[in-house]
C-alpha cells in the first residue's frame, strides 16, 4: 500500500511540474536555444517585420512569436493583443541592447555591460495565465555569440550600414520567458517590476527622482485565433 502511494504521488506530482505553460530556460524552441533566439531578436530589431509589429509582436522565425513587455518604456497599463494559434511565444519582460562603437572592444565588454545596465530593474515577476515564474532570475539570457545588430536595417528607420560592421562589438541580455502555444481563447500575461527610477520620474535639471523604487505592471490580454 505505501509503495502503490508512493507511486501515485510521484505521477500526480509529474503532472503538476508538466501543465505549466512556461518552458524552463535551458529548453529550446522549435529546436532553437532561447539565447539564440535572444540574439537574432537583437538582429531583427530594425526589421520591416519588427517596425511594424507595434506592441503585439511578430513571427520571429517559423513557429515562434515574439511579444513584448516593453519595460523600458513600461506604465501601468493594459495591452490587448492578437497571436495566431500554434505559435511559441517569446516573451521580452526586459532588454538591454549596447552596441560599443570602439574596435578595440569586444562582444563580451558590451554583453557585459548590457548586464550591468539590467542591474536597475529590481524584483521582476511574471505570470502568464496564473502560471507564475519561482525563480525568474534564472531566465535572463544572453547573447549566445556576437550579435549583429546592422543585419536586417530593412525598416522604416533605414539607418545607414557601416562599412566596416565588425568594428561595432555589440551583446545584448535580458529576460525572456518562452511559452508552449496557447489554446484558442484569451488569455493573461503579467509583468511586474521596479526601477530604481523610471526614466518619466527623473527630474533632468536636478537628477532628482521622487518615486524612487516605484513598482510598474504591464497586463497583456491575449487573443490566441
Given at each position: 500500500?505505501?509503495?502503490?502511494?508512493?507511486?501515485?504521488?510521484?505521477?500526480?506530482s509529474?503532472?503538476?511540474?508538466?501543465?505549466?505553460?512556461?518552458?524552463?530556460?535551458?529548453?529550446?524552441?522549435?529546436?532553437?536555444?532561447?539565447n539564440?533566439?535572444?540574439r537574432?531578436?537583437?538582429?531583427?530589431?530594425?526589421?520591416?517585420?519588427?517596425?511594424?509589429?507595434?506592441?503585439?509582436?511578430?513571427?520571429?522565425?517559423?513557429?515562434?512569436?515574439?511579444?513584448a513587455?516593453?519595460?523600458?518604456?513600461?506604465?501601468?497599463?493594459?495591452?490587448?493583443?492578437?497571436?495566431?494559434?500554434?505559435?511559441?511565444?517569446?516573451?521580452?519582460?526586459?532588454?538591454?541592447?549596447?552596441?560599443?562603437?570602439?574596435?578595440k572592444?569586444s562582444?563580451?565588454?558590451?554583453?557585459?555591460?548590457?548586464?550591468?545596465?539590467?542591474?536597475e530593474?529590481?524584483?521582476?515577476?511574471?505570470?502568464?495565465?496564473?502560471?507564475?515564474?519561482?525563480?525568474i532570475?534564472?531566465?535572463?539570457?544572453?547573447?549566445?555569440?556576437c550579435?549583429?545588430p546592422?543585419?536586417?536595417?530593412?525598416?522604416?528607420?533605414?539607418?545607414?550600414?557601416?562599412?566596416?560592421p565588425?568594428?561595432?562589438?555589440?551583446?545584448?541580455?535580458?529576460?525572456?520567458?518562452a511559452?508552449?502555444?496557447?489554446?484558442?481563447?484569451?488569455?493573461?500575461?503579467?509583468?511586474?517590476?521596479s526601477?530604481?527610477?523610471?526614466?518619466?520620474?527623473?527630474?533632468?535639471q536636478?537628477?532628482?527622482?521622487?518615486?524612487?523604487?516605484?513598482?510598474?505592471t504591464?497586463?497583456?490580454q491575449?487573443?490566441v485565433?
Open positions: 500500500m505505501r509503495s502503490l502511494l508512493k507511486a501515485i504521488f510521484a505521477v500526480l509529474c503532472s503538476c511540474a508538466t501543465d505549466s505553460i512556461i518552458l524552463s530556460p535551458n529548453q529550446t524552441v522549435s529546436g532553437i536555444g532561447q539564440e533566439l535572444v537574432l531578436a537583437v538582429e531583427q530589431q530594425f526589421s520591416s517585420e519588427a517596425d511594424n509589429s507595434g506592441s503585439c509582436g511578430y513571427e520571429m522565425a517559423a513557429g515562434i512569436w515574439k511579444l513587455m516593453f519595460a523600458g518604456k513600461m506604465k501601468h497599463e493594459v495591452i490587448q493583443c492578437a497571436v495566431p494559434a500554434n505559435r511559441y511565444l517569446l516573451v521580452s519582460l526586459t532588454n538591454m541592447t549596447l552596441t560599443i562603437m570602439n574596435p572592444k562582444c563580451d565588454a558590451a554583453l557585459q555591460e548590457a548586464l550591468k545596465s539590467l542591474q530593474y529590481k524584483d521582476p515577476s511574471f505570470a502568464a495565465d496564473n502560471h507564475s515564474v519561482p525563480r532570475a534564472e531566465y535572463l539570457q544572453e547573447t549566445g555569440k550579435p549583429d546592422f543585419k536586417y536595417r530593412d525598416g522604416i528607420h533605414k539607418p545607414a550600414r557601416p562599412k566596416h565588425e568594428e561595432y562589438p555589440a551583446g545584448a541580455a535580458g529576460y525572456y520567458v511559452l508552449e502555444p496557447l489554446p484558442h481563447g484569451k488569455h493573461e500575461l503579467e509583468f511586474s517590476v526601477n530604481e527610477c523610471w526614466p518619466d520620474q527623473r527630474d533632468h536636478t537628477g532628482a527622482c521622487p518615486k524612487a523604487g516605484e513598482r510598474r504591464v497586463v497583456i491575449l487573443f485565433n
